[in-house]
T-cell receptor, first 113, second 115 residues
Framework: DTEVTQTPKHLVMGMTNKKSLKCEQH?????MYWYKQKAKKPPELMFV???????INESVPSRFSPECPNSSLLNLHLHALQPEDSALYLC????????????FGPGTRLTVL | AQKVTQAQTEISVVEKEDVTLDCVYE???????LFWYKQPPSGELVFLIR??????QNEISGRYSWNFQKSTSSFNFTITASQVVDSAVYFC????????????FGKGTMLLVSP
């Protein structure tokens, strides 16, 4: 199984809502990532978890809160987002280490009204 | 600091034409890794290839081939006999052999293949 799944596929939320994005992989990867991608731009790294511990936070605003409950799951909790946070949110996983390719999920397309 | 440049923003070809996507990188490390990803309109990034800095052998996989040249810091990608299904944004990416695996992406090249 070389698949990374993400739910939901699409999400529309208001600025006062609280929602969560979910990512799951069963490849035994112990590194998981959240990226944000705006239209016509490359993905921007937000967070990296390695062995279920947060190892990189790329100065992401606190209205984004990641969680890694176990080695297969990665969540991104959203609260009080702004319209400029509308984007495609991609999850990825890999064997930990710089040499290994990351496998990406299909993404959640988020619209903040 | 590492950097990846994909100078071609958009390329349009007609089916069956060959097309080369350029990628130039900058890094101070002697050990690094280069990747190509494909992003079709559906949004998912699909891994295509990884190459480490010590392996300059060119690679061919079906209609895809990659030319890695350290002398010019380039890792170019050629699609032979392009097909409509090749239409996508292609990203070249670099990671250095230090710390955690963080990818530096180029800005991407959008390839449009028309019938």
């Amino acid at each position: 199984d070389t698949e990374v799944t993400q739910t939901p596929k699409h999400l529309v939320m208001g600025m006062t809502n609280k929602k969560s994005l979910k990512c799951e992989q069963h490849m035994g990867h112990r590194a998981m990532y959240w990226y944000k991608q705006k239209a016509k731009k490359p993905p921007e790294l937000m967070f990296v978890y390695s062995y279920e511990k947060l190892s990189i936070n790329e100065s992401v605003p606190s209205r984004f809160s990641p969680e890694c409950p176990n080695s297969s799951l990665l969540n991104l909790h959203l609260h009080a987002l702004q319209p400029e946070d509308s984007a495609l949110y991609l999850c990825a996983s890999s064997v930990p280490g710089t040499s290994h390719e990351q496998f990406f999920g299909p993404g959640t397309r988020l619209t903040v009204l | 600091a590492q950097k990846v440049t994909q100078a071609q923003t958009e390329i349009s070809v007609v089916e069956k034409e060959d097309v080369t996507l350029d990628c130039v990188y900058e890094t101070r490390d002697t050990t690094y890794y280069l990747f190509w990803y494909k992003q079709p309109p559906s949004g998912e990034l699909v891994f295509l290839i990884r190459r480490n800095s010590f392996d300059e052998q060119n690679e061919i996989s079906g209609r895809y081939s990659w030319n890695f040249q350290k002398s010019t810091s380039s890792f170019n990608f050629t699609i032979t006999a392009s097909q409509v299904v090749d239409s996508a944004v292609y990203f070249c990416a670099l990671s250095e052999d230090a710390g955690y695996s963080t990818l530096t992406f180029g800005k991407g090249t959008m390839l449009l293949v028309s019938p």
